[in-house]
């Protein structure tokens, strides 16, 4: 079969199109023939081994030390069921299917555990459309709910309101009956406006911790804001949750954990919970939320989607079309 190789670490060009065996099918899994897959965020970190800050060595003996211990990227997928595993019921061949899985997913078939963050694709969805939920809205998903513990009428900023992370970070807090302040660029104004934000915040002309406006929570989905800077603008009780970990954040986690107040969070998401990924696809089949899909490359244009996602500034999601003209 076909797929995305990462042999060593570095820029877009480090990656190849090879031909590689197929995924072995264990006895609970089942086998994915992707039609779409994604890049983002994580993928082009995982690529390129930047940002991991003070994680770098546990990270790199995590993912590989010299060279990437699995070569084949890519963690978002949508496609069919081209097998199952003997355990496996959940599934039937020619079942439409989307998921996450970290590691694999740009390739022509996939192998994923039936216990994992995979279920059927939501009805209204394209393949690309569904390539582009799951990295976003479980990680948006867990920072609300578990790091935010986000409740009906608090007010919320979110920081970085149109990428992967924050289209779904808006839209969720919203259906959690949040009052919803997005902060992104003058070129994605409307758009954060249309996700449903409340207010937005232009960074380039605003800086809002200079703001009259108080939040009972912000979440930094960019790694731009700073907790001593925030502090004016957080609520007594108020909750700065980081997804992005520097040194300094995880020591203002730790002291602020230890006080009672404003609290700083360092936050993850593990992405792998198929319950939250039912939860997701209710809510998209509901029309509660959408998902933001920015552009679709083809497989053999996969260093140019990693260039453009290098960029930092896409907007929602970046879907790669496997086998098919997008
Ligand atoms: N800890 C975890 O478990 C976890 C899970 C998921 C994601 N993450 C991390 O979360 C981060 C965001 O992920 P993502 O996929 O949402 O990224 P993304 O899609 O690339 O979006 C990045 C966003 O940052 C905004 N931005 C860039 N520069 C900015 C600035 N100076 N001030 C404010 N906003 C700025 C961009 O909007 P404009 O174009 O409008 O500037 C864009 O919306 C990544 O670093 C990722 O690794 C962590």
Redesign the pocket.
């Known amino acids: 079969m076909l797929a995305v190789s990462c042999r060593r670490y570095g820029a877009p060009d480090v990656l190849k199109i090879e031909e590689v065996a197929r995924p072995t099918l264990k006895a609970d899994e089942v086998l994915v023939r992707v039609r779409a897959s994604s890049v983002?965020?994580?993928d082009?970190?995982m690529r390129a081994f930047t940002?991991a800050g003070i994680f770098w060595l546990p990270m790199r003996l995590l993912f590989g030390v010299l060279r990437p211990r699995n070569p084949i990227t890519g963690m978002e997928f949508a496609g069919t069921i081209a097998a199952v595993g003997k355990g496996a019921t959940g599934f039937r061949v020619g079942d439409a299917v989307f998921g996450m899985k970290i590691g694999g997913a740009n390739a022509e078939l996939l192998a994923v555990r039936e216990a994992g963050a995979i279920a059927a694709k939501p009805d209204g969805l394209t393949l690309e459309e569904a390539a582009v939920v799951p990295?976003?809205a479980l990680?948006a998903l867990?920072?609300l709910r578990d790091f935010v513990q986000i409740k009906p009428g608090q007010k919320i900023l979110i920081?970085?309101?149109?990428?992967?992370?924050?289209?779904f970070a808006v839209q969720l807090a919203k259906h959690f009956g949040a009052h919803v302040t997005g902060?992104?660029?003058?070129?994605?104004l409307d758009l954060v406006t249309s996700l449903g934000a409340d207010q937005v915040i232009d960074?380039s002309k605003t800086d809002f911790t200079r703001g009259p406006d108080v939040y009972d929570a912000i979440l930094d989905?960019?790694?731009?804001?700073s907790f001593s800077r925030s502090k004016r603008v957080l609520a007594p009780y108020g909750r700065h949750v980081f997804?992005?970990?520097t040194l300094t954040q995880l020591l203002q986690a730790l002291w602020t954990s230890l006080r009672r107040g404003k609290r700083a969070i360092?936050?993850?998401?593990?992405?792998d919970s198929k319950e939250d990924l039912l939860l997701i696809k209710g809510l998209i089949e509901t029309g509660r939320i959408r998902p933001m899909l920015d552009r679709t490359y083809r497989l053999p244009d996969i260093i140019d989607a990693h260039r453009y996602?290098d960029?930092?500034?896409?907007?929602?999601?970046v879907a790669i079309s496997i086998g098919a003209a997008p």
Request: glycine share 24%; with cysteine.
């Open positions: 983002t965020s994580g082009v970190r940002g990295f976003g990680s867990a920072f920081h970085g309101a149109n990428g992967a992370v924050g289209v902060v992104c660029s003058t070129a994605n960074y989905t960019v790694g731009s804001t997804v992005v970990q360092v936050g993850f998401s593990s992405g996602v960029t930092g500034r896409k907007r929602g999601g």
